[in-house]
């Protein structure tokens, strides 16, 4: 959301390094996974929300994932078909130009890579929930996110394997 100025920026680093940082600082990840992959992404490496995600997985920050059902939904019929894995996906399977459904084959990957729920041996996945209305993500982050304290207790625990 650095578009909103939500974050702080540092002039002399990339908008990729600020949003890297970001991720870096935080206590807790908020992940939310729409049809639409996104458009930062430089030369063929994946999008910035992309490499937020698996640099926040990565770091062992407890994460809280959001997914859009049509993701859901694009995921379980690829499947079905026999495009169960990103290489098939991407080396079989294309989306015509202007696609309605999904605007890239990677937000499945995203997904999959987000609900891996170990890292070193660690879960760190605090929390995930399906969405179809941008309602419904309010009411995930009030109820996730009511009290902080308790919030940040669970997820020390969860980084020390306690949880």
Known sequence: MSHAGTIPVDSTKTAFQNCKYAVEK???????????????REGGKPSITHQEILLAKELNIPRFLLTHENVLFAKNLLDDLGFDSSEKRQKECKLKGGSQSLSDLRVIDMYEES?????????????????????????FIKAQ????????LNADRLQRGVL
């Open 26 to 40: 935080c206590d807790l990840f908020l992940s939310i996974i729409t049809p639409w992959y996104g458009s930062g």
């Open 115 to 139: 609900i891996n729920k170990q890292v070193q041996g660690k879960r760190t996945l605090h929390a995930q929930e399906t969405f179809y209305r941008f309602q419904e993500v309010e009411s």
């Open 145 to 152: 996110l009511v009290d902080p304290e308790k919030v940040m």
